[in-house]
């Protein structure tokens, strides 16, 4: 696609159910990256995915975040049992193979609110 | 491992002034600089680069930025401001080596008339 597309763009659900966010990277794109953008918090990295290597999960801030990126290209953030600390923007961006620095691209990003 | 601070969380400025956004960041390695913006509702899209060689850069909508090592500075310049600058303004660094940039806390640029 012409850009990182992120689903849903906004979320509201309850405290203890498990949510899921999609994203869909550009195509081409080998990297992935999920972040967190908390109010007043900057972007906190998550999950880092590169091709067929195993991602770099240092920073979940817990057992209740999971990721997983199927064929080298969609990704899903799985939060389960939400907490109200977990509301925030959920950000995916991509970036091309080979590019030395990593140039992202972000998506619009996934707002979720917990109430 | 490195690190980014934004000394400014909110910089307010009258439009056709010039303006700076200060960013300093610390890492016992070579690095890469980068700034991005963030119109409201919208992703992050990047501003300009650091890789290597000239120390000031230029990136899109007037901006530059010049980097600095003895003072590990990256700061972001702009000689006049328009309104449609008002946005959140991310200052990030990535080690050589790495492949994980690290964000800074932004800095809120608003633009008055």
């Known amino acids: 696609g012409a850009g990182v597309s992120q689903s849903p763009s906004n979320k509201v659900t309850e405290k203890g159910k498990d949510v899921e966010l999609r994203c869909d990277p550009i195509?081409?794109?080998?990297?992935l990256y999920w972040y967190r953008q908390s109010l007043g918090q900057g972007l906190e990295f998550l999950i880092y995915?590169?091709?067929?290597?195993?991602?770099?999960k240092s920073g979940l801030p817990s057992d209740r975040f999971s990721a997983e990126r199927t064929g080298g290209s969609v990704s899903t953030l799985t939060i389960q049992r939400t907490q109200q600390e977990d509301s925030a923007v959920y950000l995916c961006a991509s970036s091309p193979p080979n590019s030395g620095a990593n140039v992202l691209t972000f998506g619009a990003g996934s707002r979720l609110t917990v109430l | 491992a490195q690190s980014v601070t934004q000394l400014d969380s909110q910089v307010p400025v009258f439009e056709e002034a010039p303006v700076e956004l200060r960013c300093n960041y610390s890492?016992?390695?070579?690095?890469?600089l980068f700034w991005y913006v963030q119109y409201p509702n919208q992703g992050l899209q990047l501003l300009l680069k650091y890789l290597s060689g000239s120390t000031l850069v230029k990136g899109i909508n007037g901006f530059e930025a010049e980097f600095n090592k003895s003072q590990t500075s990256f700061h972001l310049r702009k000689p006049s401001v328009h309104i449609s600058d008002t946005a959140e303004y991310f200052c990030a660094v990535s080690e050589r080596g790495s492949y994980i940039p690290t964000f800074g806390r932004g800095t809120s640029l608003i633009v008055h008339p």
């Open positions: 195509s081409g794109h080998t990297a």
């Open positions: 995915f590169q091709g067929n290597s195993a991602p770099d």
């Open positions: 890492s016992s390695v070579s690095v890469y």
